[in-house]
C-alpha cells in the first residue's frame, strides 16, 4: 500500500479524482499543484492510514515512517530548507481533510517544528526577530491546545498580563523580547499543566500532531456531525503536511479567503476578504475586522479599508487570474484560502463553495450559459431540497418594520422566532414547538445542534466568511453576521441593540438577505418563479418523465399548485370540505340520523357545496387529471367535542343532547386508524358515496361546459383491502355517474380506481386492478399498515430507532424503500400484468422527497403527488432521477 502522497513545484501524486483516499483538502491540494498553480510543497498521509489505525487498536502501518521521512524529505528539497534544522529550518503546518469538510475535526496547526534551536535560524532567515518570536508562540498555544489539550485561554491569560505589565494595549505594541518572554510563560504553563516539558524534537511534534488528527475522528463533535450528515465512519479522514508559508512578515504579506462567485447571490463577481500581515485563521477569526478584495465588495459593505485591488494590484491581478484558471478547471464556483508571502502569491486551499440555494440556481444557469456545463448538468447541480428555500416566503417590503440594527447579510431568507442565547436552549425550546433565533457573540462547531433547529442565527462578530456564515448557508438557515452594535450578555440572557434590552424568549425578526435585525415579526409575502428558476424547471421538464401533481382541495391550495407548475392534482382529500362552518351541521346531521333517509336529508343539502367545490377546482385545473378520493376518515371525527356545540348540534338535528353525547360514545373507536372508515363508510352507507359521486360528475359536466376543456374526473375509493369492496363501491359510482349523464344529456370519460394503501391490497393487486382502472399508492398509510406504526405515535422512539441504525430515515418522510417499497413493485407488477396501461402514482407526503421520487421512477410509476409548495422540488427530483 501507499501510505503517503506527495505534491508541489508544479507536479502531484495525487489528483482531485481522488477523495476518498486523500480528502478533499489534500486531493485539491494535489490537483492545484498538478495544473501548475503556486501550492507550498507537501504531502497527503491517506484516509487509508486512518482506517488501518482504527482496525489495528491504534496502530500505524509499519512502513508509515519511512512513508512520512520521504515525504518530509520531499518537502525539504522542494522548499531548500530542513526540518529541524537550526539555520533554516523547515516549518510546516498539520491539517487534517476528510472526505466531506467536517466541522469537529482537528484544528490546523501551523509553525509546527519551532523550537528553541530553531527559532534562532527562523529569525536569521526572515531577518525579523519579532516575527520569529511570536510565531514560536503562536505554535506553542496552538499545539498545546489542539495536542496536548491545555485550553488557549491559560495562554492568553498570560498573554494579558504581560500586557498589562508593561501597560500595552493592543497585541502589536508587543516587541521581540516581549514575546520571547512569553514564549518561555507558556512553555512553563505546558510543564505545570501536563507535568511535562512541552516537546521540543520536531519529529515528536509532527507525530504528535498526526496522532492527534487521527483521534479527531472518534471524537464526540465529530460523531455528531456525521450522524447528522449521514457520514460513514469508514470514511476516515487524511492528514496534510504542507511547509509553512508566511502571511504575517510585514505588509508585502497578506491571508485570506475568497469564493469565485458571491455565494449569497451567485453573482459573477470575485467575492472574499483578506488581512495584511496576518496568520492563517485571523481572517475568520473575527479579531480583526477583514477588508474585501474588491471596491465593489468594499462599496457594498460600507467598509472604508482599503480593497485588495487598491492596495496590492498585482497580487490581486494574479489571484484573479487563478480564480478563473479555477473556476474553468473545477467547472463550479470555488472557495479558496490564499496567503501572500512577501509579494508571492500561495494558494493553501480551493473546493467547490458552499452557497445558497438562490446562489446555487444562479451559479448553476450561469455556468451553462457561459458554456462552462451543459443544461443537464445544470438540473443537477441544485439539490431539490435547496430549492424548498427559494419557494419559501420573504418578508413584505411593504410591511412596517423597526429595524433595531444592521448586521452583514450572511445567508439569506427571513425568519421569525424568540430569542435564546444558547445553542442548548435553543434545542430545548425547539423541542417543545417554540420556533427560536439563536443569538450567539459568535459561533462554533459546537453550536451546530442548535443552529440547525433554529428558525434563524444572529451573531455579533464575525465576517461574512465566519463559521455562523457559512454553516448557515450551508443548512439554508437566514443569518445576520457581525452585527456590532448587539451587546449580548449570556449571564443574564439579554442582549442591548443601541439602548434597547430584548430578553430571552423576546421575538424577533431578521432578514439574512439585507442583514436587519428588525423587533417583534413582519409579515411575509411569495416569491417569484420566473427568472433563472423558471429556466431550471424548463431545463428539468425537458428530461423527466414523471409527471408531477399535487395534493390539493381547496381553490387555493389548487391555484398555487398549478402556479408550481403542477399537471393535475393526484389527492383531494374530500372530508377537508367537510369542515367548513356551513356544512359541518349537515355532516353531523348525517352522521347522527337513525336511519337511511335521515341521512339522505342531509347528504342532499351537502351535495351543492360538494358541488360547488368541484366545479371550482376543474375549473382551476383546465382539463387536468383530477384524481377525487371519497371519504375517508372516520366518523367520530366530525362530532362536537364540546358541550355548546354538541348542544348546537341536537338544536339543529333535532334531537335530544343527549342522542348528541351518545353518539359521540358509539362512534368512538380504540384503534380509528384502522377502523370504520374509507371504503367501509361506503360499504355500510352508499348513499354518502353516491352523493360525493352525482356531485363530482355534475360538476363535471358544468365545468366541461364552462370551460371548454373536457373534464376526465378520476375517483379514488380508499382504504381497499379486497375486489369486491372496490366492485361494490363502483356500481354506486357507475349508477351516479348514469343518472347524471342521462339527467343531463352530456356523457363524460371518467375513471374509478383505488388507494394501495393495505398491505393485503398491494398483495392483490393482480385482482383488484381487474376492476381499478388506476392506482394510487397511498404510502402515508402504507407505511403505518406495512410498519405496524401508527404515525402520530411514533416521533418519540423513531427518533431513538434512527439513532441505532433500524431505519436509517423517518420512514414517514423518506420511503421505506425495502419494505414498503417492495409492496409498491409487487402491486405495480400485479397490477400492470392484468391491466397493462394502469395508471400508477403516488400520493403520500413521500412524493415530495426526492429518495422517494427516485425510487417512484425506477418502479415505472406514472406520476407522483406531493404538497403544492413541493411541486418544484419534485419537478427538479424527477427530472435528476430521469438524467
Ligand atoms: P480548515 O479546514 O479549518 O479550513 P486549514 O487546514 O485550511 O483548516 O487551515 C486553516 C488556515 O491555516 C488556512 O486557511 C491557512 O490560512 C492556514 N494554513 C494552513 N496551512 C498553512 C500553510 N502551510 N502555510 C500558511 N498558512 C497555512
Ligand atoms: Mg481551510
Ligand atoms: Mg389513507
Not at 107 to 115: A, E, I, R, S, Y
Request: glycine residues 10%.
Amino acid at each position: 500500500s501507499k501510505w503517503v502522497y506527495t505534491f508541489g513545484d508544479g507536479r502531484a501524486e495525487g489528483r482531485a479524482e481522488m477523495k476518498n483516499l486523500l480528502g478533499g483538502k489534500g486531493a485539491n491540494l494535489a490537483e492545484m499543484s498538478a495544473i501548475g498553480l503556486p501550492v507550498p510543497a507537501g504531502f497527503t498521509i491517506t484516509t487509508e492510514v486512518c482506517t488501518h489505525y482504527y482496525a489495528n487498536g491504534r496502530q500505524y502501518p509499519a512502513e508509515l515512517t519511512a512513508a512520512v521521512e520521504a515525504g518530509i524529505a520531499h518537502i525539504e528539497q522542494i522548499m531548500g530548507a530542513g526540518f529541524g534544522n537550526a539555520t533554516n529550518p523547515l516549518l510546516v503546518s498539520v491539517r487534517s481533510g476528510a472526505r466531506a469538510s467536517m466541522p469537529g475535526m482537528m484544528d490546523t496547526v501551523l509553525n509546527l517544528g519551532l523550537n528553541d534551536v530553531t527559532v534562532a535560524g527562523l529569525i536569521a532567515s526572515s531577518g525579523d526577530a519579532r516575527f520569529g518570536w511570536d510565531s514560536y508562540r503562536r505554535f506553542i498555544q496552538m499545539y498545546s491546545d489542539v495536542v496536548l489539550g491545555i485550553d488557549h485561554h491559560h495562554f492568553e491569560e498570560l498573554l494579558e498580563d504581560l500586557k498589562s505589565d508593561r501597560g500595552y494595549d493592543l497585541d502589536t505594541e508587543l516587541q521581540a523580547d516581549d514575546w520571547k518572554e512569553l514564549v518561555s510563560a507558556y512553555k512553563g504553563k505546558v510543564q505545570e499543566k501536563l507535568g511535562r516539558p512541552f516537546p521540543d524534537d520536531p519529529r515528536e511534534q509532527l507525530w504528535g500532531a498526526v496522532g492527534a488528527v487521527f483521534s479527531s475522528w472518534m471524537n464526540q463533535r465529530a460523531i455528531t456531525y456525521r450522524r447528522l450528515h449521514d457520514i460513514p465512519e469508514s470514511w476516515g479522514t487524511a492528514v496534510n503536511v504542507q511547509a509553512m508559508v508566511f502571511g504575517n512578515m510585514g505588509d508585502d504579506c497578506a491571508t485570506g479567503v475568497a469564493f469565485t462567485r458571491d455565494p449569497s447571490t451567485g453573482e459573477n463577481v470575485f467575492y472574499g476578504e483578506y488581512l495584511i500581515n496576518a496568520q492563517g485563521e485571523d481572517v475568520v477569526a473575527g479579531i480583526r475586522t477583514p477588508q474585501h478584495l474588491t471596491v465593489v465588495g468594499k462599496d457594498r459593505n460600507h467598509s472604508t479599508l482599503p480593497a485588495m485591488e487598491e492596495a496590492m494590484p498585482e497580487m490581486f491581478a494574479e489571484l484573479d487570474r487563478i480564480r478563473h484558471v479555477l473556476e474553468k478547471h473545477y467547472r463550479d464556483m470555488q472557495d479558496m484560502e490564499f496567503t501572500i508571502q512577501r509579494n508571492k502569491l500561495w494558494m493553501l486551499q480551493t473546493r467547490n463553495g458552499k452557497r445558497t440555494s438562490a446562489a446555487a440556481l444562479k451559479i448553476a444557469i450561469d455556468f451553462a450559459h457561459e458554456g462552462l456545463i451543459s443544461h443537464q448538468e445544470a438540473v443537477l447541480r441544485v439539490d431539490p431540497a435547496q430549492l424548498d428555500q427559494l419557494l419559501h416566503p420573504m418578508l413584505d417590503p411593504n410591511a412596517p418594520r423597526t429595524i433595531l440594527t444592521t448586521g452583514l447579510p450572511a445567508s439569506p431568507g427571513a425568519a421569525s422566532g424568540r430569542v435564546v442565547f444558547t445553542a442548548e436552549d435553543a434545542e430545548d425550546w425547539a423541542r417543545r414547538g417554540e420556533k427560536v433565533i439563536l443569538v450567539r457573540i459568535e459561533t462554533s462547531p459546537e453550536d451546530i445542534g442548535g443552529m440547525h433547529v433554529a428558525e434563524g442565527i444572529l451573531t455579533s462578530r464575525g465576517g461574512m466568511t465566519s463559521h455562523a456564515a457559512v454553516v448557515a448557508r450551508g443548512m439554508g438557515r437566514p443569518c445576520v453576521a457581525g452585527a456590532g452594535s448587539v451587546r449580548i450578555n449570556y449571564a443574564e440572557k439579554v442582549m442591548t441593540i443601541l439602548g434597547r434590552e430584548i430578553k430571552e424568549g423576546d421575538t424577533v425578526t431578521l432578514d439574512g438577505s439585507s442583514g436587519q435585525v428588525i423587533a417583534g415579526e413582519v409579515p411575509t409575502i411569495q416569491p417569484e418563479l420566473t427568472g433563472d428558476f423558471g429556466t431550471l424547471m424548463e431545463w428539468a421538464d425537458a428530461v423527466r418523465r414523471l409527471k408531477v401533481r399535487a395534493n390539493a382541495e381547496t381553490p387555493t391550495d389548487a391555484r398555487t399548485a398549478r402556479s408550481f407548475g403542477a399537471e393535475g392534482i393526484g389527492l383531494c382529500r374530500t372530508e377537508h370540505m367537510f369542515f367548513d362552518p356551513k356544512r359541518i351541521i349537515h355532516v353531523r346531521q348525517m352522521i347522527l340520523a337513525q336511519d337511511e333517509a335521515g341521512r339522505r336529508q342531509a347528504l342532499d343539502k351537502l351535495l351543492p357545496y360538494q358541488r360547488e367545490d368541484f366545479v371550482e377546482l376543474f375549473t382551476i385545473m383546465q382539463g387536468l387529471p383530477v384524481t377525487i378520493r371519497l371519504l375517508d376518515p372516520p366518523l367520530h371525527e366530525f362530532l362536537p367535542h364540546t358541550e355548546e356545540d354538541m348542544r348546537e348540534v341536537a338544536e339543529a338535528a333535532g334531537v335530544d343532547v343527549k342522542a348528541v353525547r351518545s353518539a359521540a360514545i358509539a362512534l368512538s373507536e380504540s384503534n380509528p386508524m384502522l377502523g370504520h372508515r374509507g371504503c367501509r363508510l361506503g360499504v355500510t352507507y352508499p348513499e354518502i358515496y353516491e352523493m360525493q359521486a352525482i356531485a363530482i360528475f355534475e360538476a363535471a359536466v358544468q365545468a366541461s361546459k364552462a370551460t371548454g376543456q373536457t373534464v376526465v374526473p378520476e375517483i379514488m375509493i380508499p382504504l381497499v383491502a379486497t375486489r369486491r369492496e372496490l366492485d361494490l363501491m363502483k356500481v354506486v359510482v357507475d349508477a351516479a355517474a348514469s343518472k347524471v349523464f342521462g339527467a343531463t344529456g352530456v356523457t363524460l370519460d371518467y375513471a374509478v380506481g383505488t388507494m394501495i394503501e393495505l398491505p393485503r391490497a398491494a398483495l392483490r393487486a393482480g385482482e383488484i386492478a381487474e376492476s381499478a382502472e388506476f392506482f394510487s399508492f397511498g404510502t402515508n398509510d402504507l407505511t403505518q399498515t406495512t410498519l405496524g406504526i401508527s404515525r402520530d405515535d411514533s416521533a418519540h422512539f423513531l427518533e431513538t430507532y434512527q439513532r441505532k441504525g433500524i431505519y436509517e430515515k423517518d420512514p414517514f418522510a423518506s420511503l421505506d424503500q425495502e419494505g414498503v417499497g417492495e409492496l409498491v413493485q409487487i402491486a405495480a407488477e400485479r397490477g400492470r400484468k392484468t391491466r397493462a396501461g394502469l395508471k400508477l402514482g403516488i400520493c403520500g407526503e413521500h412524493g415530495g422527497d426526492p429518495a422517494s421520487i427516485h425510487f417512484c421512477e425506477q418502479t415505472g410509476l406514472d406520476y407522483v403527488s406531493c404538497s403544492p409548495f413541493r411541486v418544484p422540488i419534485a419537478r427538479l427530483a424527477a427530472a435528476q432521477a430521469a438524467l
